[in-house]
């Protein structure tokens, strides 16, 4: 929960088995866009379909044919060639500002190549992909503009898609030359072959985040190689990819879309699974990995693919190599995960957090005397948050919001991908500590987690009142849940809330669970779609005590 003015942590971090400082400074940048209007697909590049496409011998398929475009633009570096067309579906904007004769979008996709390319390269370090020689008209690295909205074996359409194109090294470690396709125009309007809208981030910015992503998958496959040593795990490969948007583009969001979805469903994304989709709701590890200062983990754990070595097993080894082990860090960054929305303010890692959801509680209920027993099942590297309302001693009537996160840090489960393996845990608070407890600053409750091999953290903040209900006024067709403060109850109460036009005749009425909002207590009403600008009352009954609050819609 952070060290804003309102917030008073509980506890230092405890690490189990680990202990270790929660480092890393990132710039925030300007907020462009607003991030969640539509869910993400789970996949948006085409990179894991060639990833998997093997021949009856078991190599992968390269050489597949290339569109054939009528124009090219090659960036002044040689680094990129830009193809492209202006009629037909494949056909780009044709706007032209400058007044060059080329199409705007066009050079704006050789600028950010090229961008993408001198800090991939260059700032982080990484070994430039490989010539494909005079494929394409010259050595540079080819891209072509098509209409991506219905592309897929399914038809959902990709942002993009790197093609393996010659192979040049063989055995359990290939490496190709590739070429890469770019969606024409990242249209808003575009829609798959089932009429679903196909991008979250659209025009150049769709352009900009997906150049840097495919660029990196040339680097991948052509410098440091695919790994073909089972089980495969393309995770690490998307994961990466998906990093470097955030890295070449901070202010740019599409990658907190997919990790929306972790904060949304925490159970449904542990860290070790291997498959591809799993990289993109992870991709935002990649700034973790790389906010230790003068260590390059990630770009150290792609050596060790090149050698090689499993991409789990490589993570584990490039984190050894830089001193940082994989367990320690994880642990460090279940605080990042914690540190969204309301809590966002105080995260070092994220630029602007504040605009992501807040992580999905396990449970969020009151302490019961003497102790209270929460338990379930954790897969290696499996991340779980939950919330208690603890008994303060400062002030029996404001009581301590109690946040335990805590994961499994199974390494090697993970390096094998052995999706089978789980591990039951107990957290347990408790009105009589012991000395190997955890103790809860300003309660005289304790905290003891199993079994040891969890590693978990704890943040806390002392509840307060609030007067009014809150956003206000409401914004129609926007806000979908008006949280009201409930002075004298508890978490776990349960509060009916009933609507009244200012004629005080009653509309509607339901009935929510009290909870800790952050550091409030309050009812969380969903405000009916239904519901009309103008003035209302909210009349709010619970635990003997009844409220009348006035609200607007706009």
């Keep these: 929960m952070g060290h804003d003015k309102r917030n008073v942590p509980l506890t230092v971090p405890r690490l189990s088995p680990f202990i270790a400082p929660y480092v890393g400074v990132v710039l925030f940048l300007v907020l462009q866009t607003s991030l969640f209007a539509h869910e993400a697909p789970n996949v948006r590049c085409g990179f894991i379909e060639n990833f998997t496409r093997i021949d009856s011998r078991g190599n992968l398929i390269a050489g597949q044919t290339r569109p054939s475009l009528p124009f090219s633009l090659e960036s002044s570096s040689g680094h990129v060639r830009v193809h492209y067309t202006t009629s037909g579906v494949d056909a780009v904007p044709a706007t032209d500002d400058d007044g060059t004769g080329i199409p705007d979008y066009v050079e704006e996709a050789v600028r950010s190549l090229e961008i993408a390319w001198d800090y991939e390269t260059g ?29 897929g074996p399914t038809g959902n359409g990709w942002y993009g898609i790197t093609n393996f194109d010659e192979q040049i090294a063989f055995g359990t470690l290939e490496r190709y030359t590739s070429w890469i396709e770019v969606d024409n125009d990242f249209s808003p309007d575009d829609r798959n072959v089932h009429g679903q809208r196909v991008f979250v981030t659209t025009g150049i910015d769709g352009l900009r985040v997906t150049t840097a992503h495919e660029l990196h998958h040339t680097i991948q496959v052509g410098a440091y190689g695919v790994s073909r040593v089972p089980p495969l795990q393309p995770m690490v490969y998307e994961m990466t990819s998906t990093w470097m948007e955030l890295a070449v583009w901070p202010a740019l969001r599409d990658w907190a879309t997919y990790m929306a979805q972790l904060l949304k469903n925490p159970e449904f994304f542990p860290f070790s699974a291997p498959g591809a989709g799993n990289g993109y709701p992870w991709g935002w590890y990649g700034a973790v990995l790389h906010s230790y200062e003068g260590k390059h983990i990630l770009r150290t754990t792609w050596e060790h693919i090149a050698l090689g070595e499993r991409p789990f097993q490589a993570l584990d080894n490039a984190c050894d190599a830089e001193g940082v082990p994989l367990e320690q860090m994880f642990c460090d960054a279940l ?21 992501l959801p807040e992580i999905n509680l396990y449970v969020d209920q009151s302490v019961k005397v003497p102790s209270d027993v929460v338990s379930g099942i954790l897969k290696p590297y499996d991340v779980r948050a939950m919330r208690f309302s603890v008994p303060s001693v400062v002030d029996p009537n404001l009581p301590l919001s109690v946040t335990i996160l805590l994961t499994w840090p199974n390494t090697s489960a993970m390096i094998l991908s052995d999706l089978n393996s789980v591990t039951p845990f107990t957290v347990t608070l408790t009105a009589s500590p012991s000395g190997s407890d955890t103790p809860l600053n300003g309660s005289s409750w304790g905290v003891r987690v199993s079994p040891a091999e969890i590693c978990f953290q704890i943040e806390g903040v002392q509840t307060e009142r609030t007067e009014s209900p809150y956003p206000l006024p409401i914004v129609y067709g926007t806000q979908q849940i008006l949280s009201v403060p409930l002075p004298s109850a508890l978490p776990g109460d349960v509060a009916t809330v009933t609507l009244l036009i200012p004629s005080m005749v009653a509309i509607r009425s339901d009935t929510a669970p009290v909870v800790l909002d952050d550091t409030r207590i309050v009812v969380n009403w969903n405000v009916p779609s239904s519901l009309r600008p103008g003035i209302y009352l909210l009349n709010v009954d619970c635990a003997g005590t009844t409220a009348l609050h006035k609200i607007v819609v706009r």
């Design 123 to 151: 700032t982080l370090g990484y070994l430039p992909p490989p010539s494909d020689s005079l494929s394409g008209g010259s050595a540079a690295i080819d891209v072509y503009l098509l209409d991506l909205s219905k592309a």
């Design 335 to 355: 605080r990042v995960l914690y540190r969204t929305g309301s809590r966002g303010k105080t995260n070092p890692i994220l630029p602007f957090a504040d605009s």
